[in-house]
Structures are given as C-alpha cells and as structure tokens.
Nanobody
Framework: QVTLVESGGGLVQAGASLRLSCAAS????????MGWFRQAAGKEREFVAA????????YYADSMKGRCTISRDNAKNTGALQMNSLKPEDTAVYYC??????????????????WGQGTQVTVSS
C-alpha cells in the first residue's frame, strides 16, 4: 500500500499560481507513474497531467498545456503540479495518483491504483 497526501490547494484569484504537492509514504512510487486528476462539482474526474517514473515522459490535458508543469522528486518520494494563469474553470478537487499494476504512464484515471484524498483549488474571477 501507498499513502498519498496532496497539499497546496486554496482560494486564489484568476491569473494566480499554485503549486500542489503530493507526498507518498508507506511505499515508494519513485519507480511508478504519477498522475494528477481533478474533479469539479457535478462533473466527472478528468485528467490534468501525468509523468513517468523517471520523469522523462509527461502528458498534459489540452486545457492545461502552457499553464501547467508536472514534476517529481524521486529522492523525496514526492510529486508536484505547478499551475499558472489559473482560471475559474480550474476550480476542482485535485488528486494525485500512482499505479503499481503497471509501469506505463497513462492519462486514464481507471489505470491508477492509489489516490490521495484531494486538495481543493478554487479560482475566483
């Protein structure tokens, strides 16, 4: 088992930046992909960004390209999601996730095995 804990969310104005972090414990995810997903009220969970175990491959949702950077620090067993130029439509609970069922990085939530509790990001206009 691995426990993931997100932090860094909050209430910000449109155009602001936030850096979300994901700390893992109980089991390292340094050798496994990591993804960020979000779920807005009344909507389905959607992909935000993902990164391979080594950090060499990254994927971003179209809505986040140019505004988002995913990273990881395997030595610390942590991940991060830097978001800039935030928009009201970015408002959602953001979750980090990892998978141990396979080593392939994907953009599908169903492929991930372990999830954090989520951190709320609210962007006001």
């Amino acid at each position: 088992q691995v426990t993931l804990v997100e932090s860094g969310g909050g209430l910000v104005q449109a155009g602001a930046s936030l850096r979300l972090s994901c700390a893992a414990s109980g089991r390292t995810f340094s050798s496994r992909p990591m993804g960020w997903f979000r779920q807005a009220a009344g909507k389905e969970r959607e992909f935000v960004a993902a990164i391979s175990s080594s950090g060499g491959i990254t994927y971003y949702a179209d809505s986040m390209k140019g505004r988002c950077t995913i990273s990881r620090d395997n030595a610390k067993n942590t991940g991060a999601l830097q978001m800039n130029s935030l928009k009201p439509e970015d408002t959602a609970v953001y979750y980090c996730a990892t998978r141990f069922s396979a080593a392939i990085v994907t953009t599908k939530a169903a492929h991930y095995d372990y999830w954090g509790q989520g951190t709320q990001v609210t962007v006001s206009s």
